[in-house]
């Protein structure tokens, strides 16, 4: 009677022992069947009770039932507790996953080169007090011509390549100085605006030609305006276009029929000391077209010139883009190709 009761607690021990080791709720199955299955230590001993005698099986019967019910109880504790702990771990670990390390590469959009250089030329001549003006695409004959000292049958016509549109003496506008006319008719006096807009040339597109190119027109009208003028805002234009401070400047006679007199202003190369294929070996680039506003455009803008007079200036934004960032072929700008648009 005694052995059945030694064995009893035997078994105890060993159960306790057996949960004590077990890490996975995937084994805890094997516990089970080692003691309570079919053939496990519990069953075999509560089947070999009918052996007993009566007194026996009153005695250890409960006692047996107790040692099943405590193990089928431990077993069930046990694995609930393996279990919850498990899902734990499994939550832990999905949260200390780092979400962004296998993340696709971000695709963020930004200003195009064009916007972003415009915004940093309307910012310096904002800075020196001229304000912005607008025009439109398309002109008059009278405001891309004739307005401009350039007359019908003016041989100056022909250095522009026009589109005519159907409409009787109506154009895309040729130059952006459309816009001097229009601010000196619409704005009073003294005038010290700039413009940035479209213009459009029948060209044959090449590498540095393009139908429709970017342009930027300037002008300042006052009393007593000379050119000297001109060339300080040129020369402090380009200083801080370029971030140079001790960039020189030089100046040449130009013809340009909307200016008397007319200059060209180079800017020493900010590329080279000695000569570069920028500035193809002469250490100048010529950058900066403008001039004294010509009587007759003062005129046509309803201004008298003998009272006033004014300078221009109107140079191509996008080749002045092309020069800063080093771009060689001006489609680059419009083809919306990712691999150049990218590197701004
Ligand atoms: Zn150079």
Redesign the pocket.
């Known amino acids: 009677m005694a052995d059945i009761k030694n064995q009893i607690d035997q078994i105890k021990n060993e159960i306790k022992n057996d949960l004590e080791k077990i890490s996975s709720s995937k084994n805890i199955d094997q516990i089970k069947i080692k003691y309570l299955g079919k053939k496990g230590i519990v069953t075999k001993l509560m089947s070999n009770l009918k052996n007993f005698s009566t007194e026996e099986k009153r005695k250890f019967g409960p006692k047996l039932n107790q040692l099943k019910k405590e193990a089928e109880d431990q077993i069930k504790v046990i694995k609930e507790k393996l279990i919850k702990k498990e899902t734990e771990n499994k939550i832990l670990k999905k949260q200390s996953f780092d979400v962004t390390l296998y993340k696709p590469q971000k695709i963020q959009g930004h200003k195009h080169p064009y916007s972003s250089f415009t915004e940093e030329i309307e910012n310096i001549f904002i800075s020196m007090g001229f304000y912005p003006s607008d025009g439109p695409e398309v002109e008059s004959d009278f405001y891309n011509f004739t307005a401009l000292n350039v007359p019908e049958n003016h041989p100056a016509r022909d250095m522009y390549d026009t589109f005519w549109l159907d409409k009787k003496n109506m154009l895309l506008r040729t130059h952006t100085s459309t816009i001097q006319i229009h601010a000196m008719k619409n704005k009073p006096l003294p005038i010290a605006t700039f413009a940035i807009g479209k213009a459009y040339r029948h060209e044959a597109v090449d590498a540095s030609h393009d139908i429709m190119f970017m342009q930027c027109e300037g002008m300042l009208i006052d009393k007593n305006i000379t050119l000297s003028h001109l060339f300080a805002v040129a020369k402090t234009f380009l200083q801080k276009m370029f971030d140079k401070k001790d960039l020189d400047i030089r100046t040449r006679p130009g013809f340009f029929p909307f200016v008397e007199p007319g200059v060209e202003i180079d800017m020493r190369?900010p590329?080279?000391k000695n000569?570069?294929?920028?500035?193809k070996k002469t250490?100048w680039?010529e950058v900066f077209p403008g001039g004294l506003i010509h009587p007759n455009v003062l005129r046509s803008g309803g201004i008298d010139p003998e009272k006033y007079s004014g300078f221009a200036f109107g140079f191509g934004l996008t080749r002045l883009a092309m020069l800063k960032y080093g771009i060689n072929d001006i489609r680059h700008f419009y083809n919306g190709k990712l691999k150049f648009l990218k590197q701004f």
């Open positions: 190369c590329f080279c000569g570069c294929s920028v500035c250490t680039i």
